[in-house]
């Protein structure tokens, strides 16, 4: 399977993943292996990951969690066929497929495509999360990265949709929208983990990995952070376990 011209080949999770993406634009990085890292799930559940790109999160779960099925979700043409690329480039065929889909389709639109309201034992996002004033002039990273008002709402109306009781969703978003998130989380989803990530010791965190179950009352927990990055610049071994290692990351409060 040749590389096309303005893409690029990448290995990514300490070579266990070979991704295909676009040299321009939006494109892999360690924002979608924790998102993988971080959501649980066990073999023969149905995962959906939503706003999926070229399927970084969701073939690094795939990879890491045997047995279970994955489908990649994503409006862009492009992006969805470099996704199935990437699932037969990475022997995924059997358990991961990627679809052309709205987040904001309808019940009937999911439905169409084998994701029946009620079906996913979880969802994972990465959805757009910067304001207009910080979005890229790229037209490609500024489809992945800006977010209107509506954007949280309606990708979390989406899982909720999509998750059976009980399922959990995990997303990641930006630090100091954190009281976003946990105001749209209200009403559907309870035991709301939140773990903050910082990029280096002794500075803000500049995401959240929040991990929610559907229709649960379990209250929300705020755990201990993870560092990308020691003091001296070298990635902290809890980063490296995770980033390259395939480690999964815990957002359970016990």
């Known amino acids: 399977m040749p590389v096309e011209s303005g893409e690029s080949e990448d290995a990514v999770l300490g070579c266990?993943?070979?991704?295909r993406q676009p040299i321009r634009g939006h494109r892999v990085g360690h924002d979608a292996i924790l998102l993988a890292a971080?959501?649980?799930?066990?073999?023969?559940?149905?995962?959906?990951?939503?706003?999926?790109?070229?399927?970084?999160?969701g073939l690094a779960l795939a990879r890491r969690i045997a047995g279970i099925t994955v489908t990649l979700v994503d409006i862009d043409p492009e992006l969805t066929a470099l996704a199935s690329r990437n699932v037969e480039l990475n022997n995924l065929s059997d358990r991961v497929r990627a679809v052309r889909l709205d987040v904001a389709g309808t019940a009937a639109d999911f439905a169409a495509?084998?994701?029946?309201?009620?079906?996913?034992a979880c969802v994972l996002m990465n959805p757009p999360f910067n304001v207009a004033q910080q979005s890229s002039p790229d037209p490609g990273r500024r489809a992945a990265h800006a977010a209107s008002p509506d954007t949280l709402p309606l990708w979390l109306a989406a899982a909720a949709r999509l998750l059976a009781g009980g399922g959990a969703l995990t997303l990641i978003w930006r630090a100091d929208g954190l009281g976003q998130v946990l105001a749209a989380l209200a009403g559907k989803f309870g035991a709301i983990a939140v773990l903050p990530v910082h990029p280096k010791p002794g500075a803000a965190a500049i995401r959240v990995l929040v991990r929610a179950v559907k229709d649960s009352g379990a209250p929300l927990s705020l755990l201990p952070g993870i560092t990308?990055?020691?003091?001296?610049?070298g990635p902290s071994a809890e980063a490296e376990a995770v980033l390259r290692d395939a480690a999964p990351l815990s957002l359970s409060a016990t």
């Open 38 to 57: 971080a959501t649980a799930a066990r073999p023969g559940d149905h995962a959906v990951d939503l706003g999926a790109g070229v399927g970084g999160a």
């Open 113 to 120: 495509a084998g994701m029946a309201p009620g079906s996913a």
């Open 16 to 19: 266990r993943l070979t991704i």
């Open 228 to 233: 990308l990055v020691h003091a001296d610049g």
